[in-house]
């Protein structure tokens, strides 16, 4: 692991979904930029005092070094600090889990994309919305027509905690630099979980984006609310609307997907039901682990129906379908094709072009800006 060291938020998420299928153990790890705290932090884990790290760099050295290396690694750094290591590792021919946005600026999303091309590594980018089973039967459901073409599109993403300056908070202080965070606030920390969401259940990314952002709380240098339009080239028409002062609200992702002949309604917030409705016929609501699921769902099952499953599940699935990548890619093989949707460079090159643009838009009026100029 790289990052997650003391009072961290996501690395000690991501060291629970990795052990949560027993797929995965931690070994090695550079927790914090400073190498002091790094070592102390790892040996506090429990970890080989010759694996706990002062940096990134001589842990991407030592690894490969080693016989018994480690086979991937973790990136849980803020933003800025996401492009060095995942270069680092992948020029020592390990494979990357990296957390989003893949990087700060186009230019960095297209050198990981060519290095991970030039090296053939697995690269997974940890969209965990799209690790619940829910949302893989949403997928499936699009995927197989049920819905029929799809017209609208609205993806909401609505928190509350940065309502206020909120000074001496470790993870609100480097969202709120542009340094560490990128160009995007909201756009960068939660958008890209929305924007990347609409585009895995729809089964396709959205070709242009028209945005809106706004800085409510005074002093803040990033954008704290956004609200953008979507256009898709098959014809689907959507919004997106991601909030950090929507009071109220703590981590509201919605994606409603209306098609021609059905529609379907997920909440993150209450990730074991869809909402799906067929034209003249009683909406339903479909359950976790129920009658009726697609393979896609009940392969990212754990628990019997009315157990409920949540976030670390989720988020654990990435982690799990990380390990079949990983294994097909040592063994030569292709990927199966169930593993064909999980977030990687690609995704992440996607969602920093939508961030740049957003970013273009904005700031030309809403003027809408093409995505693969961006991602080009
Ligand atoms: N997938 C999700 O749901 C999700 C949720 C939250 C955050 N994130 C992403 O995870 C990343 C981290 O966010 P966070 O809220 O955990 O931040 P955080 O500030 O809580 O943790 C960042 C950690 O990285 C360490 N760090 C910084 N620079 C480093 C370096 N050069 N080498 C080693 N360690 C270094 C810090 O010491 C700290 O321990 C961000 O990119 C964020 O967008 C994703």
Known sequence: MVGGGEGAFIGAVHRMAARLDDRWTLVAGAFSSDPERSRAFGLGLGLDPDRSYGDFA???RAEAARPDGIDAV???TPNAAHFAP??????AGVAVICDKPLTTGPAEAKALSDLVARTGLPFVLTHNYSGYPMVRHARDLVARGVLGPIRVVQAEYAQDWL???LPGNRQADWRGDPDKAGPGGALGDIATHAFHLAAFVTGETPSAVSAETSRFVAGRRLDDDVQARLRWAGGARGQLWASQ???GASNGLRLRVIGADAALDWSQEEPDYLRFARLGEAPQVLRRGGPGLSPAAEGATRLPAGHPEGYL???AQIYA???????AHRAGQAPPDRLSGLPGVREGVEGVAFITAA???AAADGAWISLSEEAA
């Open 58 to 60: 001589e842990m991407a």
């Open 321 to 327: 379908d990380a390990a079949d990548l990983l294994l």
């Open 313 to 315: 599940e989720g988020f």
């Open 163 to 165: 309502a206020r300056d």
């Open 86 to 91: 995942a270069r680092a590792f992948l020029e």
């Open 74 to 76: 973790a990136i849980v």
């Open 359 to 361: 970013v273009r838009s």
């Open 245 to 247: 002062v929507a009071i």
